[in-house]
DNA sequence: CCAGATTATCTGTTATAACGAATATTGTTG
DNA sequence: CAACAATATTCGTTATAACAGATAATCTGG
């Protein structure tokens, strides 16, 4: 094998119908396109995508495998009804593991990283002055997982993710209102700020706090 | 309605064979009857337990959806290799996740609860003597879990058990030697004597000393 | 006897059909 | 008009067949 060939390898990788189906359900539940509690048939997502049943049952199964959608009495699949238990239990989880990345990613993380991640920063209070929501949700999601990439644990980023998805599903019911007290900006600047002086310790307090206000919000909503 | 009738609900849960699959591989996994890195295919899983294509497949990814099976390149299907870097990561998450949950758990912890733990440990120590392997991985499984339980954090615990799958494929496949270091049971004592003060700190520090062992017992293995 | 090409087999993917259970609809009756 | 029964429809489950790509086996030519 010619040594200019080594590396490029991934030529063929068309995606199988299931996978596709499941990743085109998983972005419709990011963009808060489902409501909670609403009921997905196998047989509504397979014409609506246009596919037979079977990949649409696998995506369907394997969302509800990861704990991202709820399977019913009888074989049902619906999105999870947000009530405050489950969202209390989501933060405290997601402050333990986002904490773990956020302190093994500390060592790691070059300038070219942190300049990075500061970069993306700057994008999303751009977008949170334009109220672009949506590009507001993608940039968040990249400032986080800048961080997380850089612990390189990838079970772990899975696992973040998985609870991110589980959230998900019903933070973007309520962003528009979230955005309006437009906290996350600054406390997104304690992020930075503990990411530059390198301290772990700081870093997971602004993570910690960042997601604490998050939760509060959706807790406030979910009572009313 | 005769109200004689209410509560009694749960007559008709016949399982599907999907989820009967995977519950069978999953034990299956548990009791380390795979070998790490062996490829299971589709229609080898479907005639071995006599079903058709379909449930076997579905089994087969979910659990590759919840990352307790591997996934190669052309659709394969595979129990994971068990390399270094993938046992410290998951040893990290363990330690992160089994905190909480042991934390969490703790106030919740009635006299009963830690009765009936500490006559699993009984039980368990009695296994060690008589060198039951296969009861004393259970009676461990059920030890931790009877802990975290208390946590009362359904999404938690659904996690843990999805590590303890990941790590279990292998961590089989060493018991028995393992089991002759004999360091298990004590430290279980010292679990046991922090549940009995309510210390939630020690708790954790005694289950992190558990989980850390296994893993450096697990590590040494996968050198040599 | 070995290398390369061809064939056969194996494996994953996907659509489809058939079955049964659950739900909704309609029709009927009091 | 209301309540019940019968029917029709929807839905999840599962087996099967057909297809394509990959792998293994066989065969042929040197």
Redesign the interface.
Known sequence: MSSALVGIAPVDRKE?L?VLVREKLRSALMAGRFQPGEKLTIRAVASALDVSL?PA??AL???V???ILDSGPN?TVFVPQMDEE?IV??S??RI??E??AAR?AVPNLTDADIAAIAAIHAELAEADHTKDFPALMQLNWQFHFGIYDAAN????K??IESCWL?MGSYINVIYPKYGEIGQGIELHGRVLEALARRDADALCAAIRADIEQSTSCLIAMSRG
Chains 1, 2 share one sequence.
């Not at 644990?153 to 772990?156: A, I, S, Y």
Request: net charge positive; glycine share 14%; no cysteine.
């Open positions: 199988t299931g079977t049952r696998e199964y394997n969302l495998a990861e704990g074989g489950r239990e989501l405290k989880i333990t593991l904490g773990l093994e644990m990838p079970t772990l899975r696992i589980k």
